[in-house]
């Protein structure tokens, strides 16, 4: 089992930044991939980036490719989500997750663990 608890969620002006934090215990991630995802009020939850727990290698979605950098701390078990220039499209609430790295980590179903989400909000 892995516990996946977000933290770094507030409310920002548009260009401005959050860095929001996934604290994972139960087990390591050595054999996952985080990812994070986000879900605005009537959307889907859809991939926004994700980072192979060993080696590093990490994804964006186009839309936030370029403003928003994902990160691991292997020491503390915890991955960060960077997100610069931020967009009121960004206002959502974003989840952390992992999944197996074998597997499709642009597939929410494929994950097995989530956390409980925190709100992001960007005003214009």
């Known amino acids: 089992q892995v516990q996946l608890v977000e933290s770094g969620g507030g409310l920002v002006q548009a260009g401005g930044s959050l860095r929001l934090s996934c604290a994972a215990s139960?087990?390591?991630?050595?054999?996952?991939?985080l990812g994070w995802f986000r879900q605005a009020p009537e959307k889907e939850r859809e991939f926004v980036a994700a980072?192979?727990?060993?080696?590093?290698?990490?994804y964006y979605a186009d839309s936030v490719k370029g403003r928003f950098t994902i990160s691991g701390d292997n020491a503390k078990n915890t991955g960060y989500l960077q997100m610069n220039s931020l967009k009121a499209e960004d206002t959502a609430v974003y989840y952390c997750a992992a999944v197996p790295s074998s597997k499709d980590f642009r597939e929410k179903r494929f994950y097995d663990y989530w956390g409980q989400g925190t709100q992001v909000t960007v005003s214009s």
């Open positions: 980072i192979r727990w060993s080696g590093g290698s990490s």
């Open positions: 139960g087990r390591t991630l050595s054999r996952y991939t």
